[in-house]
């Protein structure tokens, strides 16, 4: 079956603009999560979500930084005004959300990434 | 302040050597969780194991195995007989405090 999908693979902007990356869990998989992996650096938490709702956004650096889910499968996370720092890989996973599973118990299955640079 | 730390930025290895990757870890907290992953160079992260922090038994899986030492706060990886496909960045991370903390990663080349 597929895996997680992300898109684009590739953004640039330039500094002070808004974008949207994209991800696609795998079917039927209701825990969702982002992470930020900066160059050389490994991955950095965000956000979880566990349906429709963030069961944990802990990870968001700032208040420029939101993801939804609406609708319990595709995520999309949205950044205001970005800055040169937002730079980076941007990760999604997706996890089965098994009954009785947590965030710790429950294996994650990432996606290629969005690379995102901002000029 | 950093909560893992993996010593070793890259390691280069031929094929069939047995190679052991370091991983050492702060916490405050009494239980937490430890992983490992695996980045090949197509970018997806691969889990690999996960440990709780009561079970210091090591475990082997493959030519994988982990040793999980909690007195001095390490969680190393050994890959025995290593594999050109085993080349990858290796990413250790720890759980607490309700956050994900991911070591910077050692980069493994494993050359024929």
């Known amino acids: 079956g597929a895996g997680v999908s992300q898109t684009p693979s590739n953004k640039v902007t330039e500094k002070g603009k808004y974008v949207e990356l994209r991800c696609d869990p795998i079917s039927g998989h209701t825990a969702l999560y982002w992470y930020r992996q900066s160059l050389g650096q490994g991955p950095e938490f965000l956000i979880y979500f566990q349906g429709t709702g963030a069961a944990d956004d802990s990870g968001l650096p700032n208040d420029r930084f939101f993801a939804v889910r609406p609708e319990g499968s595709v995520s999309t996370l949205k950044i205001q005004r970005t800055e040169r720092g937002d730079s980076a890989v941007y990760l999604c996973a997706s996890s089965p959300g098994l009954a009785g599973a947590t965030i710790l118990t429950d294996t994650q299955y990432f996606g290629p990434g969005t690379r995102l640079t901002v000029l | 302040a950093q909560k893992v730390t993996q010593a070793q930025t890259e390691i280069s290895v031929v094929e069939k050597e047995d190679v052991t990757l370091d991983c050492v870890y702060e916490?405050?907290?009494?239980?937490?969780?430890l992983f490992w992953y695996k980045q090949p160079p197509s970018g997806e992260l691969v889990f690999l194991i996960r440990?709780?922090?009561?079970?210091?038994q090591n475990e082997i899986s493959g030519r994988y195995s982990w040793n999980f030492q909690k007195s001095t706060s390490s969680f190393n990886f050994t890959i025995t007989a290593s594999q050109v496909v085993d080349s990858a960045v290796y990413f250790c991370?720890?759980?607490?405090?309700?956050?994900?903390?991911f070591g910077s990663g050692t980069k493994l080349n494993v050359k024929p």
């Open positions: 991370g720890v759980y607490n405090f309700n956050k994900f903390y």
């Open positions: 916490t405050r907290d009494t239980t937490y969780y």
């Open positions: 440990r709780n922090s009561f079970d210091e």
